[in-house]
């Protein structure tokens, strides 16, 4: 989910789309790259029995192949995804809040930008839901992160869907595949039969996210309309 702050960036920076494009596809193809990387070195060194019983798979293996020093430079590489995550989403997730007041889904004032041209409010509204969200606890964000996951393959398809229906020829046909690979995820989520299968209570918070989102369009946006 956070390869779509590239094209956010690429805008902010007048990239041409050509060379936005071939940051995301680096990016994309660098994360496949280096998430299994994590996952073979973690494999190779325990059966999956066995890496259950670990607190951390992955630190174990590292830490019982590679030694302290492979131990050390894990963890700073860990330390920078995050610190790049954190920032990444940050400004992903203003801009989006900022979107919304754009079109009036929100008070306006989350669109406005300061001296330095960061949607200030915007960002303000997000670090107070995530210094929030912690005390929930782990469990609970682990449910909204596997809801995200079911939501964002639906966003996806809807952008394939949309970009099917006002494109041709090459585009057609890519936003066509965009969209079966985002429906392939989206089931693999919500059937049962599936490993990715999302739980029970993540499925339930899906639900009661969707219904909040139905009332507040239909009490407020449509009523604008009118």
């Not at 956010?8 to 660098?30: D, H, M, R, Y």
């Amino acid at each position: 989910m956070g390869f779509d702050v590239i094209p956010q960036v690429a805008t902010e920076l007048s990239f041409e789309p050509k060379k936005a494009t071939k940051i995301a596809i680096l990016a994309i193809f660098s994360g496949v790259l280096f998430y299994n990387i994590l996952n073979i070195i973690t494999g190779f060194y325990f059966t999956p029995l066995n890496a259950l019983k670990e607190e951390w798979a992955l630190g174990s293996a590292v830490l019982k192949s590679m030694g302290v020093i492979g131990f050390v430079l894990l963890i700073i590489s860990l330390a920078g995804a995050v610190a790049g995550g954190i920032n990444g989403f940050m400004l992903g997730s203003s801009r989006l809040v900022a979107s919304l007041a754009k079109y009036k889904f929100i008070p306006k004032k989350y669109n406005t930008q300061n001296k330095n041209g960061v949607f200030s409010n915007a960002i303000k509204f997000v670090a107070l839901i995530s210094l929030i969200a912690p005390w929930l606890g782990r469990s609970v964000i682990i449910y909204i992160v596997d809801m995200s996951s079911l939501l964002a393959s639906i966003a996806y398809f809807y952008v394939c869907y949309i970009s099917y229906k006002n494109s041709n020829g090459k585009d057609k046909a890519l936003s066509l595949i965009g969209a079966l690979v985002s429906l392939i995820f989206i089931l693999l989520l919500i059937v049962p039969e599936s490993p990715a299968r999302l739980s029970k209570e993540a499925m339930l918070i899906t639900v009661l996210w969707g219904m909040l989102g139905f009332f507040y369009y239909k009490k407020y946006i449509l009523s604008k309309k009118r």
